[in-house]
């Protein structure tokens, strides 16, 4: 018997895609492969004992490792296979390292076979060797020229603000211009929500609890629930207001999900706008990012307290009146009355850097915090919103002058009055700063958004809002809550609790 291996690859499965035909059946290229490969080896006197399968793998991609390309290298290595059956030479390798690789294990091993059923490549004989290196040369020139026209293509249409093909977004129709019937404003009302204290993670939960799962992916079986990535990267998709994206083949290879508010085509400035239905304004778009990038930057930085946190209302607002550290909530011991009367507390905890020196029920502190709040808010209804000092456009001419300034370096560039790398220089520098500017352009329009929405709706629907919802309208008004010090066993004194509000510090 003559032991040889059988390698199969598919750059991409036809039946994983989103939008497959029923009909399709995973592997089924690669099973053809290995039944065109069976008919071989008995008319080349071989068997076939090890099977390699690279189904859904391109081969062209350097970052990407083929588990069954690597394996049958090991095999031929240490002599488990004496040679190597494939269908094609575009099929085994298509970069000219793998080549090398290949071709060093047969020019070790003369009496190793390697043979393709189509194309008459034979890895015994140096003209096979070489003709495959040329192969994976030219194969390799080939996808990378594909990719590049495909890049111009898709940026052009980009450019012009046309779609191109995808599966349907959540919240579109079919033909992904007009909005579908109720995900659509299920989606407008998530994106409004979000700077009024929702969070991603509770706007996910709403949506398992109305039945939405992910798009259709498979490569995993059974049930599969939304991921918090998911519905972020909806919520924050450009898409959602009308502004057109382009996203480069260099980001979409990384394992970091991309960030799409960075990658919204300009023209001239401004953003180029889709030929789609928008389900919000670009202007609640924005608030919506700016409100979750300033919640990312805040758990990056590492800070005491989560602002955003779920199940204790002054988490992050309530400070000790003796060492001004952030008071922390945890949980009397199960079994004692406080427990069963209180549930938690706030404490200056020394574990964590304070001085011990405050503790308090957190439900009387809470209760008392929020009824000095909607006081406040009934006092201020009726008042002029000062809306004057929140300038959303004061960036506006700088990012048209940046518009401006990358197309006069790329004319420089044009007529070679300076280098392409100067060229890229100058207009990295330009595209950063313009990034920065939006990114402050869209935490001016979350402020603005909090501010029309805080009226007297918010009276009415307070008990309905989430503890995360309570904390982002506390946190407009009150800049902390400051706990002094009672002694040990006396009773809940409101004298002791001092609201400092945020217009005191003006």
Not at 362 to 388: I, N
Not at 458 to 470: A, V
Request: hydrophobic residues 35%; positive net charge.
């Amino acid at each position: 018997m003559f032991p040889v291996g059988a390698y199969a690859r598919a750059s991409e499965d036809k039946a994983l895609r989103a939008n497959a035909a029923d009909w399709r059946e995973t592997g089924e290229q690669v099973a053809q492969q290995f039944r065109d490969m069976d008919e071989l080896a008995p008319m080349l006197g071989v068997t076939i004992t090890r099977r390699y399968n690279d189904n859904n793998t391109p081969a062209s991609d350097p970052r990407i490792v083929r588990n069954g390309f690597e394996s049958m290298l090991v095999d031929l290595e240490n002599g488990t296979i004496r040679g190597i059956l494939f269908y094609h030479s575009d099929r085994l390798v298509r970069q000219e390292y793998d080549a090398a690789r290949l071709n060093r294990l047969f020019q070790l091993n003369p009496q190793y076979l390697g043979r393709a059923v189509v194309g008459g490549t034979d890895l015994s004989a140096q003209e096979g060797r070489s003709m495959l290196t040329i192969q994976a040369t030219m194969g390799g020139m080939e996808v990378y020229s594909t990719k590049r026209r495909v890049a111009r293509k898709n940026k052009g249409l980009a450019e012009r603000g046309h779609m191109h093909g995808a599966p349907r977004p959540f919240g579109w129709a079919e033909d992904r211009q007009t909005l579908h019937d109720t995900e659509a404003e299920v989606l407008r009302q998530a994106i409004i929500a979000i700077p009024s204290g929702l969070t991603v993670g509770e706007i996910r939960k709403q949506w398992i609890e109305l039945g939405y799962t992910p798009t259709r992916n498979k490569k995993k079986s059974g049930t599969q629930s939304l991921q918090h990535s998911t519905v972020e990267s909806r919520l924050v998709s450009p898409r959602v207001c009308g502004y057109r994206t382009y996203l480069p083949q260099a980001e979409r290879s990384g394992a970091k999900r991309p960030w799409m508010p960075d990658f919204v085509v300009y023209e001239a400035g401004k953003p180029v706008m889709g030929d789609w239905e928008a389900v919000v304004s670009p202007e609640e778009w924005q608030a919506c990012v700016a409100t979750i990038e300033e919640r990312k930057q805040a758990r990056k930085e590492v800070r005491a307290v989560h602002t955003t946190s779920a199940k204790y209302l002054l988490s992050g607002i309530a400070r000790c009146g003796k060492c001004s550290f952030p008071l922390m909530s945890n949980q009397y011991a199960k079994g004692t009355t406080s427990y069963e009367r209180y549930g938690y507390r706030y404490a200056c905890l020394t574990t964590l850097g304070g001085c011990g020196g405050v503790t308090r029920v957190d439900p009387l502190m809470d209760d008392l915090v929020e009824k000095a709040f909607l006081l406040e808010v009934r006092r201020s209804l009726g008042m002029a919103a000062k809306d004057e000092d929140v300038d959303e456009t004061e960036h506006d001419v700088r990012l048209a002058e940046i518009g401006q300034e990358i197309e006069e370096v790329n004319e420089r560039r044009r007529a070679k009055r300076i280098s392409m790398g100067t060229a890229l220089d100058m207009i990295e520098e330009l595209e950063a700063e313009r990034d920065e500017l939006n990114r402050q352009r869209r935490k001016l329009f979350a402020v603005r958004v909090r501010r029309q929405n805080a009226s007297s709706s918010l009276l009415e629907g307070w008990k309905e809002c989430t503890i995360s919802q309570k904390k982002t309208w506390l946190r407009e008004s009150v800049r902390a809550v400051m706990v002094h010090p009672a002694g040990r066993g006396k009773k809940f004194d409101p004298s002791l609790i001092e609201v400092v509000w945020a217009e005191d510090e003006q």
